[in-house]
């Protein structure tokens, strides 16, 4: 019995593998026949009856039971990302040769001639007039012969290649006054202005005297005629980012060097449209010399610079009439002149219920109110402005100019500051904006902000990865987001050499250029069916989220690509994302216009249906016979 006992479980487990073998087979013989019969050809109600039906499944009613199925089912593996015909055909039709060499610095929306048509009063031609459909060029704007790649920062700052930007004008008019000069092929920039001809890093620390410039509360600023912008050039040192602006053609080709020598500035003027900035968007505000009429015209282009004045913010002055006492010899004028032109300043300041901190030489400081509530007390007996009531102080694309005073958010305190006081720099990059944290935005939280941060420091790692120009540190300098968005692009790019113009499509649906500005960053305004105030090759990099498709029914592609590749510099590079079906047809019009394209996977991956599209410029310039 016990030797029964220990060989019964070993034959009652062979059987249970006898059976689990048989199983086995059965159902592999079934699902065999089975397919087969899926597969069998029988016959049966054919297709078109189900075309006449309106339907390719068969009718509830029908009496029929075959049906007629393919011998073989061939699985399809093509990519479905292909344009039809006619879009093929247009983008073949697209001809973008290269302009007259005589075009190397156009500016389509301050065109010089375009701009004689327009009232000569309060410098209205000098404003932005677009050319209309039929004037829009459809050309490449060709770098000037001999253009070479700029130098890198901080050396582009002293000095750029004179074939980049062939003027010498200023090296004459302003020879005395250390602008700039000519040395062999390059130009120099001693740093020097006409209210600081010992150079403007001097110039500033006379300012850092009177006000705090390194504790960073002054983190963003405007420099209103900016001559070749080396204020804004040595303010970049001292952390401090200025945006600077000048009409086209004042000085020749002044917006040009700065832009050339890696410093932010626009082409622009203070006429009768708004400035392209939020409110409450600068900590400073500078005029030196700018020739700017300030007392005139019943105080708007002052009151317009307080719109952008953040609370508490600072407004320095130099030149006429700041110590006319002692300078009016040297400016050629009579005391009277200056005189009034200086109790004029001061009634506008004071009527905007400014403070006038000090005046020390040739230096005259104001400063904005915290809130209005002692504005608001006052204001009938020292006859201050009125205040603004119906427009949004943030609306700022071709926005007639007020007389009235915008008035800044409620507090409940005369300490308090109206908007949210800011965090000092470099926190304030980190910090959430007061338009986020007061719910002025619909739809963005302090949380909603984090995300964003953390998903651009993702994004821009991967755009690093493969783009090698942007991950070399100092190959690039000026850098271009054009849909800003909360700013995050520019911000994971903070520790780099670099300067990023932030833009907020006028069609975006959340107006966020103030965060933008909140966050210690710079940025402006755009409609994309327009060209940008600035000139050509102002650009080393061109990012774009989503630009596409938010124009794709706006205006056409190709006039878009056509303005990124005259403000692109040669061999500088382009990044968008967009839906793969934008992309394919934007790709297709670029490859047309000689740029070196690719479209590369989501940085998640390949089952993404936003792509990104890498190019380059390709580096060319007009031919000498091509001069005139």
């Given at each position: 019995m016990a030797k029964w006992a220990i060989h019964f479980p070993k034959k009652t487990n062979n059987l249970t593998k006898l059976y689990f073998l048989v199983?086995?087979?059965i159902l592999c013989t079934l699902s065999y026949f089975l397919g087969l019969w899926h597969n069998s050809p029988t016959v049966a109600i054919s297709r078109s009856y189900y075309a006449a039906a309106g339907s390719d499944c068969p009718h509830p009613n029908s009496t029929s039971t075959s049906i007629q199925f393919p011998t073989t089912t061939n699985l399809?593996?093509?990519?479905?990302?292909?344009?039809?015909?006619?879009?093929l055909t247009t983008a073949r039709d697209f001809n973008a040769p290269p302009c007259n060499a005589s075009l190397s610095e156009y500016t389509p929306c301050e065109d010089v001639q375009r701009s004689l048509r327009f009232p000569?009063?309060?410098?209205?031609?000098?404003?932005?007039?677009?050319?209309?459909?039929?004037?829009?060029?459809?050309?490449?704007?060709?770098?000037p012969y001999g253009y070479r790649v700029p130098f890198r920062w901080p050396e582009s700052r002293e000095s750029v290649w004179y074939a980049n930007v062939p003027h010498k004008e200023l090296t004459i008019e302003k020879k005395n006054q250390?602008?700039?000069?000519?040395?062999?092929?390059?130009?120099?920039?001693?740093?020097?202005?006409?209210?600081?001809?010992?150079?403007?890093?001097?110039?500033?620390?006379?300012?850092?005297?009177?006000?705090?410039?390194?504790?960073?509360?002054?983190?963003?600023?405007?420099d209103t005629g900016c001559g070749v912008a080396s204020w804004g050039a040595y303010l970049l040192s001292r952390d401090i980012l200025a945006v600077s602006?000048?009409?086209?053609?004042?000085?020749?080709?002044?917006?040009?060097?700065?832009?050339?020598?890696?410093?932010?500035?626009?082409?622009?003027?203070?006429?009768?449209?708004?400035?392209?900035?939020?409110?409450?968007a600068f900590?400073?505000?500078?005029?030196?010399?700018?020739?700017?009429?300030?007392?005139?015209?019943?105080?708007?282009?002052?009151?317009?610079?307080?719109?952008?004045?953040?609370?508490?913010?600072?407004?320095?002055?130099?030149?006429?009439?700041?110590?006319?006492?002692?300078?009016?010899?040297?400016?050629?004028?009579?005391?009277?002149?200056?005189?009034?032109?200086?109790?004029?300043?001061?009634?506008?300041?004071?009527?905007?219920?400014?403070?006038?901190?000090?005046?020390?030489?040739?230096?005259?400081?104001?400063?904005?109110?915290?809130?209005?509530?002692?504005?608001?007390?006052?204001?009938?007996?020292?006859?201050?402005?009125?205040?603004?009531?119906?427009?949004?102080?943030?609306?700022?694309?071709?926005?007639k100019m007020e007389t009235c005073l915008t008035p800044l958010p409620e507090v409940n305190d005369v300490r308090d500051v109206s908007g949210g006081k800011l965090s000092n720099w470099p926190e304030r990059l980190t910090s959430i904006p007061p338009r986020i944290s007061s719910g002025s935005l619909k739809g963005i939280t302090a949380e909603t902000l984090k995300e964003n941060t953390q998903l651009w420091k993702t994004r821009v790692a991967y755009?690093?990865?493969?783009?090698?120009?942007?991950?070399?540190?100092?190959?690039?300098?000026?850098?271009?987001?054009?849909?800003?968005?909360?700013?995050?692009?520019?911000?994971?790019?903070?520790?780099?050499?670099?300067?990023v113009m932030n833009m907020v499509p006028v069609e975006a649906e959340i107006n966020t250029l103030g965060v933008i500005y909140e966050r210690g960053l710079?940025?402006?305004?755009?409609?994309?069916?327009?060209?940008?105030?600035?000139?050509?090759?102002?650009?080393?990099?061109?990012?774009?989220?989503?630009?596409?498709?938010?124009?794709?029914?706006?205006?056409?592609?190709?006039?878009?690509?056509?303005?990124?590749?005259?403000?692109?510099?040669?061999?500088?590079?382009v990044i968008l994302r967009d839906d793969v079906d934008v992309l394919l047809k934007v790709k297709k019009f670029a490859d047309e216009m000689q740029w070196d394209t690719r479209i590369a996977d989501h940085e998640k991956g390949p089952h993404q249906r936003e792509k990104i599209l890498l190019a380059v410029k390709q580096f060319w310039t007009a031919k000498p016979s091509d001069q005139s």
């Open positions: 199983f086995t087979a399809d593996f093509s990519a479905h990302h292909y344009l039809p015909d006619q879009s000569r009063e309060n410098l209205i031609y000098r404003e932005r007039h677009c050319p209309n459909s039929e004037e829009v060029l459809r050309c490449r704007i060709p770098a250390n602008w700039v000069r000519l040395e062999g092929e390059r130009l120099s920039f001693p740093g020097g202005g006409t209210m600081f001809p010992r150079g403007a890093s001097a110039y500033i620390d006379e300012i850092g005297e009177l006000i705090n410039l390194k504790d960073g509360s002054i983190r963003t600023a405007l602006f000048a009409p086209r053609d004042t000085h020749e080709a002044q917006v040009q060097f700065a832009l050339e020598r890696g410093v932010p500035a626009l082409i622009g003027v203070i006429a009768s449209i708004r400035l392209p900035y939020p409110s409450r900590d400073m505000a500078h005029c030196s010399r700018c020739l700017i009429p300030w007392g005139q015209n019943d105080g708007v282009y002052l009151t317009e610079v307080d719109r952008v004045l953040r609370p508490g913010g600072y407004w320095v002055l130099s030149g006429p009439p700041v110590n006319w006492q002692n300078r009016w010899r040297g400016w050629g004028r009579t005391t009277e002149s200056l005189r009034n032109e200086q109790d004029g300043i001061e009634r506008v300041a004071k009527s905007l219920c400014w403070k006038k901190l000090v005046q020390k030489d040739d230096l005259a400081i104001w400063q904005k109110p915290a809130n209005h509530i002692h504005c608001k007390i006052t204001r009938k007996v020292f006859k201050n402005r009125p205040f603004c009531e119906k427009q949004d102080p943030d609306t700022a694309w071709y926005t755009y690093k990865a493969m783009d090698y120009q942007l991950a070399e540190k100092g190959r690039y300098r000026n850098l271009l987001d054009m849909n800003a968005h909360l700013g995050s692009f520019a911000a994971a790019l903070v520790d780099d050499p670099v300067w710079i940025g402006t305004y755009q409609n994309w069916c327009e060209a940008m105030s600035t000139y050509p090759r102002t650009y080393d990099f061109i990012h774009g989220d989503s630009v596409f498709s938010l124009y794709q029914n706006r205006c056409k592609i190709e006039d878009i690509l056509l303005e990124m590749d005259r403000i692109l510099r040669p061999q500088g590079s």
